[in-house]
C-alpha cells in the first residue's frame, strides 16, 4: 500500500463528511466505509480535525443489527470562515 500524508487522509476524510447526504452526520463506520481508510487512520483524521476546530461530534440515531434505534456519535464538518483572518 502506498503512503498517505497527513494531509491526504484529512482531505479524504474532509471529503468523506462533506457528501453526506442530509447534514446529519457521519459514524466512524460510516466514514470508513466512505473513505476506504482503515478505522485507525480515520479516529486519527478525525482527532486532528477535533483539534483545529474542524469537527463536532453530536449523537444521532441508527438501527443496530437488531433493528433497534440506538443513540450513536455522530461527526459533522465545521464550515471554513475564510473571513476569519480579516
Known amino acids: ?3 498517505i500524508t497527513e494531509s491526504e487522509l484529512l482531505r479524504a476524510i474532509e471529503a468523506a463528511l462533506e457528501r453526506q447526504p ?5 459514524t466512524t463506520a460510516e466514514i ?4 476506504g481508510l482503515s ?3 480515520v479516529l486519527g483524521a478525525l482527532r486532528s480535525l477535533k ?10 440515531y ?3 443489527l437488531a433493528d433497534v434505534l440506538v443513540t450513536v456519535p455522530v461527526h459533522q464538518l465545521v464550515p471554513v470562515d475564510d473571513n476569519a483572518a480579516d
Open 32 to 35: 470508513v466505509d466512505a473513505s
Open 39 to 41: 478505522k485507525r487512520r
Open 22 to 26: 442530509d447534514g446529519a452526520g457521519m
Open 62 to 64: 441508527r438501527r443496530n
Open 51 to 60: 483539534r483545529a476546530e474542524r469537527l463536532v461530534v453530536g449523537r444521532a
Open 1 to 3: 500500500m502506498a503512503a
